[in-house]
């Protein structure tokens, strides 16, 4: 058996772009191998600044002979149709055989493919699999052929052996061969090679760590090691550590200092200033937890001095850097968050949504309702929310967009703002994923919740909706966002509904300009349609006269949302291991728009269909629905009325009728209490009437009048269990 070897050497390859090009490199490589019958043991790729690397263990040394079969025509075809067979085919007449098909007999060329030798194959395939390995951003240049080749930087050299052996192409205008080069300052000449072991332990002489994962140890490894001699520790950042693991083939870890006139701008600005612009590793007081004054850099050197240079000249550079925070820094705080309110003005949030200004004064005010709503302090939430957007006037949140709503929080205090203001300002951007704490202040979740809500509507009025993976505006993650803030809170708040909030703020937007423009219209000619009667809808457009379209298009975006919530919440809840068509279950009755209360439904009706008397009844209801589908079609009418309880003939349809009337007052007023696990033992009662009806009743009896009323109690049965979710929605 024998193992590939390949090398692709170029000038530096961007970090954020190294492991994606390693898995490409495999993808299409092992795809190359598999189509052209070469199976192997193992396969692993490689990734660092200036080198992608794959080894692929135990190829065969040739590849497999292979029959192949190809359909010709039929038996006495006319011969030009024959000739043209066996010339696509490569093959003579006598070279075929017969087959019938029981229609009759036809041509079968019988092809044998001899095996090539596997280095051959390889040189063959690999410049095609170059050309197509995909970069986010190529360079390109011309090969002889003339057909342009992208790579991601200029490439110096390929190395390729298999067994030893080198495996001759060209690509880019560079040739294949068994060597390479090493550290770009600590060695010197080409290294020669064989094999992936040989290749390894030349690359280690020659001060290249191969691995990025071994490279990513060794950095944390020396940063812990480096921190804890001055008595500190390195701030996690996980993203950093791998970004910093792609920039150097030989990490070396050294420790510089901040000057204290620094120290007394926010840590987070000094961060964000050594990560975004020198990928510096911050460092903390283990016992305090206070940001040190000392940070890690990683060095791609052996130097001789021991670092001192090194470290000087980033010391130099960082302080450069941060003199310019703190200058932002000491400038903002120079005017207050409420003076840069007026500001927004000047920065337009969207085209169709208006400026900052318009978007806070709407913010501001749903903040406000919400807060009302969760018992939280209104007066605070909406100071929160009037402030929320205005740091992103300040030098700070424009050098470093990432602390919009940090900087809001250090200027608000140093406004004089109330502390829970100043909270629920930083925190209003949040839960901005998965893994992002959710607020728990009371003004904070009002904040945040009027934040994102206001974006979900804002873009749904908009017809600026998410289409398939599109969603440039992140109502997905804004979703998702509203449904963390509300289950962890457990606020009741209603998302559909006309006299919420929600409902209201849709109101605000260009709708209530559009239907106050249509109203004077049709005032005007008095010919506009008659309107609905709705005191909120009168209430925000202050006109007297009803608009029919205004109302309908906020029924419209309230049910958009609300569809696209269900969605969202099936993502939410995934984890959770609860059921997306009981989602859909309930959902789909169009009267649950609390989500609170809708998770208990869901939960207490999956737990309800685990037990026996669940699954059975979901039994009993499918071969209901399943009768009366068949029935209605037959009889092309819809069998939804009340049954004549004088018209039942056998017990069993009497006592099914009378629980039913019974489950069904107590079912709906259990929901309406909200004791959903009563509700459902309720609907566990029906189990044994209903087993007792499908085993003695015959439903389609010969009796029409019989018939009729036996359907209208199936139908009543279904219409008792809709009570509580469409069954038919479930699966399974």
Known sequence: MSDLLLELFSEEIPARMQAQAAKDLERLVVGALSDRGLLFEGVKAFAGPRRLTLVVSGLPAKQPNVSEEKKGPRVGAPDKAVQGFLRSAGVRLEDCVTRDDGKGEFYVAIIELKGRATADVIAEFLPDVLAKLPWPKSMRWPQTTNTPVRWVRPLHAILCTLDGEVVSFTFAGVTSNNRTRGHRFLSSGEIEVKRFEDY???????????????????????????????GLEMIPDEGLLDEVAGLVEWPVVLIGAIEDQFMDVPPEILQTAMRTHQKYFSLRDPATGKFASRFALVANMIADDGGINIVAGNERVLRARLSDAKFFWDQDRKRTLESRVEDLKAIVFHAKLGTQYERVERIEALAGEIAEKIGADVAKAKRAARLCKADLTTGVVGEFPELQGVMGRYYALNDGEDSAVADAIRDHYKPQGPTDVVPSSAEAVATALADKLDQLIGFFAADEKPSGSGDPYALRRAALGVIRLILSSGIRLRLASLESPVSTHILRFDIEELAEMRISNKLARDDGPRLHPNPVVHRILRVKAEDAAAYDKVVGISNDLLGFFADRLKVALREKGTRHDLIDAVFSLGNEDDLVRLVARVEAL????????????????????????????????????????????????????????TASELIKAEIERERFAEAMGVMARLRGPVDAFFEKVTVNDKDAGLRKNRLLLLSRLRAVLHTVADFSKIEG
Not at 204 to 228: N, P
């Open 200 to 230: 390894a332990k030349k690359l280690r002489d020659a001060h290249v760590v191969l691995d990025a994962e071994e490279r990513k140890a060794i950095i944390f490894e020396g940063m812990k090691g480096a921190a804890f001699v001055h």
């Open 606 to 661: 999956q737990a309800f269909l685990k037990t026996d008397d669940g699954a059975n009844l979901l039994t009993a209801y499918r071969r209901a629905a399943n009768i009366l589908k068949a029935e209605e079609k037959k009889d092309k009418i819809a069998y939804d009325g009340e049954p004549d309880p004088e018209a039942f003939a056998l017990p069993e349809e009497k006592a099914l009728f009378v629980e039913l009337a």
